[in-house]
T-cell receptor, first 116, second 114 residues
Framework: AQKVTQAQTEISVVEKEDVTLDCVYE???????LFWYKQPPSGELVFLIR??????QNEISGRYSWNFQKSTSSFNFTITASQVVDSAVYFC?????????????FGKGTKLSVKP | DSGVTQTPKHLITATGQRVTLRCSPR?????VYWYQQSLDQGLQFLIQ???????AKGNILERFSAQQFPDLHSELNLSSLELGDSALYFC?????????????FGPGTRLTVL
């Protein structure tokens, strides 16, 4: 069965430090999709990135970057030069049933605290 | 702002009662999903609708039901409420449910059962 593991429950860093959030997924599907969402203290879930199983290229968006490695079933997220506004819970997720149904399986989340 | 709206934002009720949560998807999105977020269970998928039809079910209790109306808005009905139903309920929408389309989440409804 599909499963997403975020082993880091909480991380605390000082502003301007780089931080990597780990995500390990399990699936038997050859086609699947992976996502990262951010949940700031206000509570809403904000979409950050989607990656499909055929595209292992790393992606960079400003201070955010993602490293997708099928060989280790990992989809890690790095924030460079962290800022206080990055403080949030970050969720990694994958599609169920290879993406044919669309519903997401979420990890437990990693709470990131960035201190000034 | 994701474009997905949910009402009400907060709901406080008593055990045994019934409540209805409402969701309007983003313009153009045909698929609606309901998720429950609680401290012990995390974020869990409940149920999915596509163009008015139920398409997938997750860990949804029999006391809970949902529907999607012709105008594509959706309602989640929770009945015989128990203390353990207290949670944040999210609605999300996507264009279609397949192909890994990104889901955009509403602000959530925080349900407190006393």
């Amino acid at each position: 069965a599909q499963k997403v593991t975020q082993a880091q429950t909480e991380i605390s860093v000082v502003e301007k430090e780089d931080v990597t959030l780990d995500c390990v997924y399990e699936t038997r599907d050859t086609t699947y999709y992976l996502f990262w969402y951010k949940q700031p203290p206000s509570g809403e879930l904000v979409f950050l990135i989607r990656r499909n199983s055929f595209d292992e290229q790393n992606e960079i968006s400003g201070r955010y970057s993602w490293n997708f490695q099928k060989s280790t079933s990992s989809f890690n997220f790095t924030i460079t030069a962290s800022q206080v506004v990055d403080s949030a819970v970050y969720f990694c997720a994958q599609t169920d049933y290879g993406g044919s149904q669309g519903n997401l399986i979420f990890g437990k989340g990693t709470k990131l605290s960035v201190k000034p | 702002d994701s474009g997905v709206t949910q009402t009400p934002k907060h709901l406080i009720t008593a055990t045994g009662q019934r409540v209805t949560l409402r969701c309007s998807p983003r313009s153009g999105d045909l698929s609606v999903y309901w998720y429950q977020q609680s401290l012990d269970q995390g974020l869990q998928f409940l149920i999915q609708y596509y163009n008015g039809e139920e398409r997938a079910k997750g860990n949804i209790l029999e006391r809970f039901s949902a529907q999607q109306f012709p105008d594509l808005h959706s309602e989640l009905n929770l009945s015989s409420l128990e203390l353990g139903d207290s949670a944040l309920y999210f609605c999300a929408s996507s264009v279609v449910p397949w192909g890994g389309n990104e889901q955009f989440f509403g602000p959530g409804t925080r349900l407190t059962v006393l």
